[in-house]
């Protein structure tokens, strides 16, 4: 019935909207992104904490180099089986208490992070707030994409990488001026005011009506979109399209082109977002200032999150004007160039300096004499990474991954796209030493930039436009069924 009166179903929308207010919408999202917030300062943290934890005149908190790179990877184990826990957790208590609960594992995580006497209650910390950045970034995604309507859909979903990128910063500015203790107290923060804020959010329509719970789902719809908006349009709407999807997950929707064409879409999406290699970047982003000759590197690495944070917020607020599909491709192209230039850079330094054994991330002797102007082109190369992933791979993959499953297989399907983006995480983050090693620094860095090539024309060839569509539509674009 909907694919038979798109036409008219636009028109009917574009007069609906006039009547929909947004501010109870914007005050929901708010909440549901602190817990991107709380996800970038687990992600930050390890930046500012291993330099400290690597001279701490305690010997049993004492890092060695093996240690300090589990330090940083391991909050991706964690995360990948949060991810899994995450995508279960939606579909049995809904979207509303997992974002709630998952709180519970980030308080816990920095608590013991706090009172570490030993090395593996470090571990065991970090563990615990990975679990919790996995079901954030499954759960928060799609909370905002079920609550939020076509027109600023992008917008709102593009907030969860903004709050991500300015958690980042912020772990790395309270970096400079506080301990590690008291670095970790700081982050436990933002989930302790989520898990409030959450309590007086509703669940999303969505769910609701998968639920049977008709009247709760209309509440739940003029709480967002204003009391004058047509609730019981809106959650017919959703009726027709949960009808027309079936029920449950089986093994006989794997054959179906509206399931498996999106969940290839969203596997891919996030297995080249970690293929740039933005965490490898991002874990190890004061070392790599200082490889790089910037004495002050700590304040670099926070020019860099700077960097992040505004043009996230530039991707937020063209979303919804420019598109996915054009985004994911600027940004493909803008980090290929510069990872290429990033590696130029590190050749022309080996060979200045003859010296191309590669990358060491604890000393280097290339940092006692840096060849004049060519510290500027690492400055810019990174600067300029920064700026591609920000505008399109940082927040896109996540915001396409919470649009384009169907109901039935939401938890499922996020569930392995977020161990896909995770668990990737993990592998590059860990070998990006033995990557470094192996390829040698510039070696490395081109490596990535041809990923970033081939992002590029992935995006062309298998990423469907997104933009200005109901969840509805889009999931009848990959059906192949005339809209």
Not at 213 to 227: I, N
Not at 241 to 250: E, F, I, Y
Not at 260 to 273: A, H, T
Not at 274 to 285: H, K
């Amino acid at each position: 019935i909907l694919a038979i009166y798109h036409k008219p179903l636009r028109f009917l929308i574009s007069i609906i909207s006039c009547k929909v207010k947004n501010g109870k919408l914007f005050l929901a999202t708010l909440a549901a992104v602190l817990g991107p917030l709380s996800f970038g300062f687990v992600l930050g943290y390890s930046s500012p904490a291993i330099p400290e934890l690597s001279t701490i005149t305690d010997p049993r908190l004492r890092l060695d180099d093996d240690e300090a790179s589990w330090f940083g990877s391991i909050v991706t184990i964690g995360a990948a089986i949060g991810g899994l826990l995450g995508g279960w957790m939606v579909d049995k208590i809904g979207r509303k208490l997992s974002l709630m609960f998952c709180s519970l594992p980030y308080i816990f995580g920095f608590t013991i992070v706090i009172a570490a006497q030993n090395v593996w209650m470090l571990y065991l910390g970090r563990v615990l707030t990975g679990l919790a950045s996995g079901v954030t970034s499954l759960v928060v995604p799609l909370y905002i994409s079920e609550i939020a309507h076509e027109r600023v859909r992008g917008t709102m979903g593009s907030c969860v990488q903004l709050m991500v990128v300015t958690g980042i910063m912020g772990a790395y500015i309270a970096g400079m001026f506080l301990d590690w203790r008291w670095l970790a107290i700081c982050c436990s923060i933002p989930p302790t005011i989520m898990m409030v804020f959450m309590c007086f959010m509703p669940e999303t329509p969505r769910f609701l009506l998968s639920q049977g719970k008709r009247r709760e789902a209309e509440e739940a719809v003029r709480f967002l979109r204003g009391p004058d908006a047509p609730a019981e349009w809106e959650c017919a709407r959703i009726e027709d399209a949960s009808d027309d999807q079936g029920g449950s997950l089986g093994m006989a929707d794997l054959k179906d082109p509206g399931v498996y064409k999106p969940l290839g879409v969203g596997i891919m999406l996030m297995l080249f977002q970690q293929l740039t290699g933005i965490n490898a970047i991002m874990f190890y982003a004061e070392t790599i200032f200082e490889e790089a000759h910037f004495k002050n590197s700590n304040v670099a690495t926070v020019v860099v999150a700077a960097i992040q944070v505004v043009f996230t917020a530039v991707a937020a607020l063209v979303m919804d004007r420019a598109g996915r599909k054009l985004l994911l491709i600027l940004s493909g192209v803008s980090m290929c160039l510069s990872t290429a230039a990033f590696g130029v850079y590190f050749k022309l330094s080996s060979e200045t300096h003859g010296n191309s054994s590669g990358l060491c991330l604890v000393e280097s002797p290339l940092a006692e004499n840096p060849a004049v102007g060519l510290s500027w082109l690492a400055l810019a190369s990174m600067g300029f990474f920064i700026t591609g992933f920000s505008l399109g791979w940082g927040p896109i993959p996540w915001l396409v991954m919470s649009e384009i499953f169907p109901s039935r297989v939401k938890g499922f399907a996020s569930s392995v796209c977020v161990l896909t983006n995770w668990g990737s995480a993990f592998i590059i983050t860990k070998t990006f030493q033995d990557l470094m090693d192996l390829l040698t620094n510039a070696g490395t860095f081109w490596l990535f930039s041809g990923c970033c090539a081939l992002n590029i024309v992935f995006t062309i060839l298998f990423v469907p436009e997104t933009k200005g569509k109901t969840l509805e539509q889009i999931q009848t674009q990959f059906k192949g069924t005339p809209e």
